[in-house]
């Protein structure tokens, strides 16, 4: 009766930098390959911190990924192929069209693992992760441990040569610690 039934769904996991948001989509992505299911994992061109070719946390883990520059490359990869489950890191970086594709693979049975900030520098929130959370089945929020008090960081706290950045610099400046700091709403200062 129900063996034609698709199974799909879009998890979110989200926060702030060094909560630990590609850690768990690693960790999920490998239970997934432990449960001898399928796996691919994407993720924007535009982050080449660590590696082209790998999803790395800030920690040193890592797994293969593809690096692409627009949601629609996905198609390109899936190519008739079934997947189980389909991972895609910083996906804020992606135009708001990552909704039509991500909807698309959930709706056709598969598995969606995305991460990503949930804000930006300015502790506004990171367009398209707003309406990626609303869409999703599951949402995880992270948070890191302010560097400043000690307390629950929320917030990419984003530094030029020691200070805040100024509330009108570019929102994407790709960069890992030596351009950001974990922040709790309390310690988070942009320049105005």
Partial sequence: MFENRKVGWIECICGSMFSGKSEELLRRIKRGIIAKQNVLLFKPSI???YSLDKVSTHN????????????????????????DIIGIDEVQFFDSNILKVINKLADDGIRVIVAGLDM?????????MPEIMAISEIVTKLHAVCSVCGNEASISQRLINGEPASYNDPVVVIGASESYEA??????KVKL
């Avoid at 692409?68 to 990869?77: C, M, N």
């Avoid at 930006?120 to 398209?128: A, I």
């Avoid at 922040?183 to 988070?188: A, S, T, V, W």
């Fill in 120 to 128: 930006d520098f300015k502790g506004e929130p990171f367009y398209p």
């Fill in 47 to 49: 982050d080449d911190r």
């Fill in 60 to 83: 040193g883990n890592s797994y293969e990924s593809i690096s692409i520059s627009s949601a629609d490359e996905i198609y390109k990869f899936i190519n008739n192929k079934k997947y």
């Fill in 183 to 188: 922040r709790c709403r309390h310690c988070h």
